[in-house]
Every structure is written in C-alpha cells, then in structure tokens.
C-alpha cells in the first residue's frame, strides 16, 4: 500500500505517501495554459498559528496542496490532508495576491469521501472577486493512458518548520508518465480503489495537487503519495540498478462524483480544433 504525504501527517506505516480563467458550466478553456499559469491555481493548506500577525506576517503549519475548480472560490484536495482538522481545527488556504504577499483565507470543508480519498473545499472569501492572483483548473473524465506524460504541480514555504505569509511559497514540478493501475485500500476497511502510478517520485506536502495531463491541460488525478508496494512495471520501465519510489494518484473521475453528488460545477478541457462535433 501507499504512504501518504500531508507534511504534517502519516497514515498507517506502509499506507499511501502523499491558477486560465474559467466561464460557464461545462465550458472550454479558451487556450492552453502554461506550467506557471497552471500553477496560480494551487494553494497550500495550512492551519494559522497566530491571533495577531508578526513582522513576517501570520506563522502557520502546512499540510498539503489543494486547487480551486471553479470561479465560485471551490477547490479539490485529498481527504487525508485535512485528518488534523476534523476535531474543529479551521483549515486556511494560502492564496496569492498581484500587489502583496501571500494572504491566508479561511477555508470550509464541504464534503469528504475518506474512501477515494478526496475532499471540497470552499474559499470564506472569493478570491475570483478581488485583487488575489488566481486561476483555475479544467478536469477530465477521460481515464488517462498507460505511457501517457503528466505533469504534478504543488507549492511548499521555503522553511516548512517556520513558516510565515510575507514569504512566497516555492513551486515544485515533476513530469513523468503513467506507469500502471493497481488497487488499494485509502481508508482502512474500506474496499479497494483503483490509483495510477506516476514516474517521478512525491515529496513531503505534495498530498492533494493536481496531476494535469501534457496533452489536455486537464486535471486527471490527485497526487495521493508514494507506492510503497513492488509493482511489476519496474523492470520493464528501467534497466538502471536503481528505480525511485513512485508516486501514486487518485483518479479525478473519484473527485468529480464527489462534485457531482454536491451539484458544484467544474470545466472541461478544451477540445482539439481539428475534433469533429460530437453527434
């Protein structure tokens, strides 16, 4: 099973480790998005530490990625980032601004399915409706192919043991490609679900960031954490001495029944110009 990687927590010793404006509902993008365009819709989730701000800002705790989905301030994470949260600890999201530092918005937790692993959130304050430098992402229903390149996009603090709003968080991003599909449990004694195997590997914090696909520019999975489990693609895959650790996705296919059961809309990915209309 995986080891899943929140920054702040660790499930079970051998378990799973872990910004394109948009229109209306079930609209395009209206062109593909570079990686630093894609990663304006990331947000570190944190837990405030102080009442009043220092000279640094607020000082919080960091616990994992999530991405905003639609204009109406909703974002998408993996249920395990928020565990610490769930005696009444109030989740921030830390959300870029275009004239200031970063600034920490309370966030509200919608709805959770602990057995695929992946969670809503809900920004108190809009920042599609005021100064903040934010985007969002397109999310494919499309099961992504064996092969096919990924790019993983997450933010961290520069100091993850002291960290403070007046530093801007750093941006990580690995591409690879799909490796497999294997089964596992995300919640204990829940049944198997299906996760795909990424070829880089996932770093501490990177729980609940978007895996986009190269081609579509599209969301296709939430980073779940490192595959700690042996798997037969890695003889095929490498003939080096030495294969890393592979990281471990949750299909978005989980997230967007998630959506759908809540009535909260998300974007398509834009379609080839060359596509003949759908019939």
Wanted: hydrophobic share 40%; net charge neutral.
């Amino acid at each position: 099973m995986p080891q899943k990687l929140s920054s702040s927590i660790f499930w079970f010793g051998a378990f799973l480790g872990c910004y394109a404006c948009c229109l209306t509902l079930g609209a395009s993008l209206n062109e593909p998005a570079s990686d630093t365009s894609l990663t304006a819709a990331v947000c570190p989730i944190v837990y405030q530490l102080d009442q009043s701000p220092t000279p640094r800002g607020y000082r919080y705790s960091f616990f994992g990625n999530g991405f905003f989905i639609n204009e109406q301030g909703y974002l998408l994470t993996a249920a395990h980032v928020l565990e610490t949260f769930r005696d009444s600890g109030q989740p921030y999201i830390l959300v870029s601004r275009r004239n200031g530092p970063p600034k920490l918005l309370q966030a509200t937790v919608i709805a959770v399915d602990a057995e695929h692993d992946v969670a809503i959130l809900r920004a108190a304050i809009n920042p599609f409706n005021s100064s903040y430098k934010v985007l969002c992402l397109a999310l494919s229903s499309e099961p992504v192919s064996l092969g096919e390149p990924v790019l993983a996009l997450s933010l961290h603090p520069p100091r993850k043991q002291n960290a403070d709003t007046f530093e801007v968080p750093r941006e990580d991003h690995f591409v690879g490609e799909v490796l497999s599909y294997e089964s596992t449990q995300l919640e204990k004694s829940a049944p198997a679900v299906e996760v795909f195997l990424l070829s880089h590997p996932v770093n501490l914090g990177q729980s609940g960031s978007p895996v986009i696909s190269q081609g579509s520019r599209a969301v296709v999975g939430l980073v779940e954490g490192r595959w700690l489990r042996s798997s037969g693609f890695s003889t095929a895959k490498s003939s080096s001495k030495t294969t890393p650790t592979p990281g471990a996705a949750v299909p978005i296919r989980y997230a967007i029944a998630l959506l759908q059961r809540q009535s909260i809309y998300w974007h398509k990915p834009q379609l080839p110009a060359s596509s003949p209309p759908a019939h």
